[in-house]
């Protein structure tokens, strides 16, 4: 089992910034993709972003939070950051972090195995 929990959620206004963390303990060997997803009130989960932990620069961004997040990972201490720049309040939603043990990246919430709580980003005008 690989177990996950996100932090840096908050409150903040239009434009800001905001970096949250997400820490992988237990079976991590067993994972080879991670990714963020985010849901809004009343919508579905919806993919964000997703970065191999193998394959250094394999990464996806969806088209709507390209060139404002950003992911990074530190496979040493087994934490994945997202970096989110010029937030704006359709980016509210409650963040998940996820991991697969697939090799290849994957947008599709069902191909992931392990998720985390979630960490709510509230986005004011």
């Known amino acids: 089992q690989v177990q996950l929990v996100e932090s840096g959620g908050g409150l903040v206004q239009a434009g800001a910034s905001l970096r949250l963390s997400c820490a992988a303990s237990?079976?991590?060997?067993?994972?080879?993709?991670m990714g963020w997803f985010r849901q809004a009130p009343g919508k579905e989960r919806e993919f964000v972003v997703t970065?191999?932990?193998?394959?250094?620069?394999?990464?996806v961004y969806a088209d709507s939070v390209k060139g404002r997040f950003t992911i990074s990972r530190d496979n040493a201490k087994n934490l994945v950051y997202l970096q989110m720049n010029s937030l704006k309040p359709e980016d509210t939603a409650v963040y998940y972090c996820a991991a697969s043990r697939r090799n290849g990246l994957t947008t599709k919430p069902n191909e992931y195995d392990y998720w985390g709580q979630g960490t709510q980003v509230t986005v004011s005008s």
């Open positions: 237990g079976r991590t060997f067993s994972t080879n993709t």
């Open positions: 970065i191999s932990l193998i394959w250094s620069g394999s990464i």
